[in-house]
C-alpha cells in the first residue's frame, strides 16, 4: 500500500440544505432529521419528488420512444422478424455489453410468432483478438451468411468504417450507444442510431449504460408486437421487471450515475433480483454467496456479481456470459458459472502480480518527489494482461487521487485504459492530445471517467508526454484533494435501527448517489485501539449511554494505523469522525457500525 496520503489533513464541508425545506421533508415524510437533511441536500424537496425518491416505480420509466432513431429502428426489425430475416447482434465483451446482447436477443424472439420464429444471432468479439468496437471482417461473415439487419449494442458511435463497410455490403445497421459520440464527425452513417446523448435526441436522460439503451430498443419492440390491452398490460407489469434485472446489474456494473432513471432501473431491477427463476443468474448468484431470500444490494451486485462476469472477458471468452443467461439447463447454469468463478479468481492473481509493480513505482515516485505529481499518471508494462487494465487505472486512482492511463504492449502496439477523477474529462483530454500536429492513437472513445484506446508502441513516450502537459494545465489542487463533503451532522442517539432502515430507501448508491456520509463530533473512546491484520483499525467509541464500533479499512490511500498512532488516541481521547453507517449481522457481531471515512482531535467540549 501506498503511504503519505494520510498525513494531509481534509477539510469537512457540509452539503447545502435550507432549515426550512428539511423542516417540510421531515413532516410530509416522517423520516428522521439527518434523513431529511441528505434528501434536500441533493435536491429533493417538493412532496412529489420526495415520494418518488423513496418509492420508485415502473411509472417512472420514460417512455423509450421519446428517443431519437427508435421509430425507424422498431419498424426495421419488426420487417425482418416478420419475414424471417437473419438478424445479427453485434455486443461487447464486458457486463454492459453482454447483457445488453441478451436484453435484445430476448426481447426480438419475444416479439414473433411461433409459427414464425424470428432467427437472431450474436457476436460478442474476443477482447485480445478483436478489440473494442466493430470490425468490418465479422459484417462481411455475416453478409456472407444471409444477414441482412445488425444492430450493434453498447459499441457503434464511432464505427464509421464499420457503417461504410455495412451499407457497402447491403447491411442495415442499427447502433444502440452510449458512448460520446465524435464531435468533428458526428455519428455513423446508419439506418438508425439510437443514443441519448447524440445531437438531436430529446429523450430527456442522458445517463444510461449501454444495456439501458439496449433495453428501451428492446421495449419498444415487445410494444409493438403486443396485440391488445391485455398483452400490454402484461408486458408492462411482467415481463419489464422480468428484464430490469439484467439492466440493473449492467448500470450498477457500468458506474453510471444513479441517480434518475438510473436510480429507478437499479432500485426496481434489485427488487426483482431476489430468488430470480432463471437458471444461470439463479447460479450466478449462489456461486457469489449471495443469499436468494432478499434482494441483493448495489455493493453486492458491484463486487460479487459484476467482477464474475466481467472475468469472462477479460480472461477467456465473453461468449459465456450471454449462453449463461439464456440457458434453461440448471446444470449448465451451473457449469459455467463455476467456470466464471475460476475467470474470476485468475482475475485476481493476474491483477494482484501488477499491482505489486504499481505500488513500488508509486512508492518510488512519492519517495523523490515527497507526493504524487499533479498530472494524468501514464504507466505502461507489456507484462500486464490487457483483461486488467482497467481495473489498474481505477486501484491508481484510488490510491493517488490522480487520474490514470495504463497500458501493456503486444506486437508492437500499446493497448490501454483510463479512468479519472472528478473535474477532468478524460475523453475530452485524449481528444485534446490526438489532435495535435502528430496523430497519437489508432482508435480511442470512451466518456468523462473512463477510455480505452490503442496506439503503437513507440508513441507512448509522446502519449506521457502530452498528456502530463495537458493535465498539468488544468488539474487544480480542490480537484486532487478536494475537502470531504459530508451529508448530515447526527448524534450516536440518532443512529438507531429506524435511522438505518430509512437510510436503505435512500439507495440504491453508486456514482451519482453516492452513500452518505455523516460526521458526529466529540465523542469518547472506550478503549484502546485495536489493529486488525497490520492495517485495519478497529475503535469502540461512546457517547453518553451509546457505544459502537467504527472501522478503518486501509484502502484508497488511507492509512489508519499511521493516523491513530500519530494523533496517540488512547483510552479518553476525544475524536470528531465522519463515517458511513452500516447493518452487521453474523455470529460475532451484529447491529449497527460505523465504517470510518475520517478523524480528527476534536475540540468540542467534552460529552458524557
Known amino acids: ?13 457540509a452539503r447545502a440544505a435550507e432549515e426550512g425545506a428539511i423542516q417540510h421533508v421531515m413532516a410530509t415524510a416522517s423520516c428522521p432529521r439527518g434523513i431529511a437533511h441528505l434528501l434536500v441536500s441533493r435536491g429533493f424537496t417538493d412532496e412529489a419528488a420526495v415520494k418518488s425518491f423513496f418509492s420508485p416505480s415502473l411509472d417512472d420509466l420514460i417512455d423509450p420512444m421519446r428517443m431519437l432513431g427508435m421509430d425507424a429502428a422498431v419498424e426495421r426489425i419488426r420487417r425482418a422478424v416478420r419475414s424471417s430475416e437473419p438478424i445479427l447482434i453485434y455486443g461487447d465483451y464486458d457486463v454492459d455489453g453482454t447483457t445488453a446482447t441478451v436484453l435484445l436477443k430476448t426481447a426480438i424472439e419475444r416479439s414473433a410468432t411461433k409459427e414464425n420464429p424470428a432467427i437472431v444471432r450474436y457476436h460478442v468479439p474476443h477482447r485480445i483478438r478483436e478489440g473494442y468496437g466493430m470490425r468490418t471482417g465479422v459484417l462481411a461473415d455475416a453478409a456472407a451468411s444471409g444477414v441482412r439487419l445488425v444492430i450493434s449494442v453498447d459499441t457503434g458511435i464511432r464505427a464509421f468504417a464499420a457503417a461504410s463497410e455495412a451499407r457497402a455490403l447491403g447491411l442495415d445497421l442499427i447502433v444502440t450507444d452510449h458512448h460520446l459520440p465524435d464531435d468533428a464527425q458526428g455519428v455513423p452513417d446508419a439506418l438508425a442510431v439510437i443514443n441519448p446523448v447524440q ?17 428501451k430498443l428492446a421495449h419498444a419492440i415487445l410494444r409493438a408486437a403486443c396485440l391488445n390491452d391485455h398483452e400490454r398490460h402484461r408486458l408492462e407489469r411482467t415481463l419489464i421487471p422480468s428484464f430490469l434485472k439484467l439492466v440493473a446489474i449492467a448500470t450498477i456494473a457500468d458506474s453510471v450515475p444513479l441517480e434518475g432513471e438510473n436510480r429507478v432501473i437499479a432500485s426496481l431491477g434489485l427488487r426483482e433480483l431476489r430468488n430470480p427463476v432463471q437458471p444461470g443468474l439463479r447460479a450466478l448468484m449462489e456461486i457469489a454467496q449471495i443469499p436468494l431470500d432478499r434482494p441483493p444490494t448495489a455493493t453486492e451486485v458491484g463486487f460479487r456479481i459484476a467482477p464474475r462476469i466481467n472475468a469472462a472477458g477479460r480472461m477467456d471468452v465473453a461468449s459465456d456470459v450471454v449462453d449463461l443467461f439464456l440457458t434453461r439447463d440448471p446444470e449448465q447454469a451451473r457449469d459455467l458459472a463455476a467456470k466464471l468463478n475460476r475467470l474470476n479468481d485468475d482475475r485476481k492473481v493476474t491483477e494482484a502480480r501488477a499491482l505489486e509493480a504499481i505500488d513500488e513505482e508509486l512508492s518510488g515516485m512519492q519517495r523523490k518527489q515527497g507526493q504524487f505529481p499533479a498530472i494524468c499518471l501514464v504507466m505502461d508494462d507489456p507484462a500486464w494482461h490487457r483483461g486488467v487494465l482497467g481495473i489498474l487505472a481505477s486501484r491508481i486512482v484510488d490510491r493517488t487521487g490522480r487520474p490514470a492511463l495504463v497500458l501493456t504492449h503486444e506486437d508492437g502496439q500499446a493497448h490501454g485504459s483510463g479512468r479519472s477523477i472528478p473535474g477532468y474529462h478524460l475523453l475530452d483530454a485524449l481528444t485534446s492530445v490526438h489532435d495535435e500536429d502528430r496523430a497519437l492513437f489508432a482508435r480511442f472513445g470512451g466518456h468523462a471517467h473512463a477510455v480505452g484506446f490503442s496506439l503503437p508502441s513507440e508513441r507512448v513516450e509522446l502519449l506521457r508526454e502530452r498528456m502530463e502537459h495537458h493535465s498539468a494545465a488544468i488539474l487544480l489542487q480542490e480537484m486532487l484533494a478536494p475537502p470531504l463533503e459530508y451529508d448530515a451532522e447526527v448524534s450516536l442517539e440518532e443512529l438507531s435501527g429506524r435511522f438505518h432502515e430509512w437510510l436503505e430507501r435512500c439507495g440504491p448508491f453508486g456514482v451519482g448517489n453516492r452513500e452518505p456520509v455523516f460526521i458526529t463530533r466529540s465523542v469518547r473512546l472506550a478503549s484502546s485501539v485495536r489493529v486488525i491484520k497490520d492495517r485495519h483499525v478497529c475503535l469502540e467509541i461512546n457517547s453518553g449511554d451509546i457505544r459502537l464500533r467504527a472501522l478503518g479499512w486501509s484502502r484508497s490511500g488511507m492509512l489508519w494505523t499511521e493516523l491513530c498512532q500519530r494523533m496517540q488516541l488512547d483510552v479518553g481521547s476525544r475524536i470528531d469522525i465522519a463515517y458511513r453507517l452500516k447493518a452487521k449481522s453474523n455470529p460475532w457481531y451484529t447491529g449497527l457500525e460505523l465504517e470510518l471515512v475520517d478523524l480528527r482531535l476534536s475540540e468540542s467540549p467534552a460529552t458524557a
Do not use: H, N
Open 1 to 13: 500500500m501506498v503511504s503519505g496520503q494520510a498525513e494531509i489533513q481534509r477539510e469537512w464541508a
Open 199 to 215: 445531437d438531436g435526441c430529446t429523450y430527456p436522460f442522458k445517463g444510461l449504460c449501454g444495456a439501458a439503451v439496449a433495453f
